[in-house]
């Protein structure tokens, strides 16, 4: 069974910064693309950053510059490093798992996501 865990998140002034992780048990995780992704507050869920395996990351134009997205397969853990938060960053945040080479479609396996509150 696939389990996916977020950690980290927190309450952050403007412009500090926070480090997400998301541990995923039950499969192979070198072999899938991980992503985050982002539900404010009466909005939509959206893509944030992806990792389509062999490191190749790319971003959300958002957060281009200031999220970095690494992954650790030895230790099944995925990272999201946020720098320069505002308040627009403000989101329930969610990891997931997919065999994938779309950031924004056809992750199969979720977690249950960890708060972000940026305040001003």
């Known amino acids: 069974r696939v389990q996916v865990v977020e950690s980290g998140g927190d309450l952050v002034q403007t412009g500090g910064s926070l480090i997400l992780s998301c541990t995923i048990s039950?499969?192979?995780?070198?072999?899938?693309?991980v992503g985050w992704f982002r539900q404010a507050p009466g909005q939509g869920r959206e893509w944030v950053a992806c990792?389509?395996?062999?490191?190749?990351?790319s971003y959300t134009a958002s957060v281009e510059g200031r999220f970095t997205i690494s992954r650790d397969n030895a230790k099944n853990t995925l990272y999201l490093q946020m720098s320069s938060l505002t308040t627009e960053d403000t989101a329930t945040y969610y990891c997931?798992?997919?065999?994938?080479?779309?950031?924004?479609?056809?992750?199969?396996?979720w977690g249950r996501g960890t708060q972000v509150i940026v305040s001003s």
């Open positions: 039950g499969l192979t995780f070198a072999d899938y693309a």
């Open positions: 997931a798992a997919g065999k994938t080479f779309s950031c924004a479609t056809g992750f199969n396996y």
């Open positions: 990792d389509r395996r062999l490191s190749y990351a």
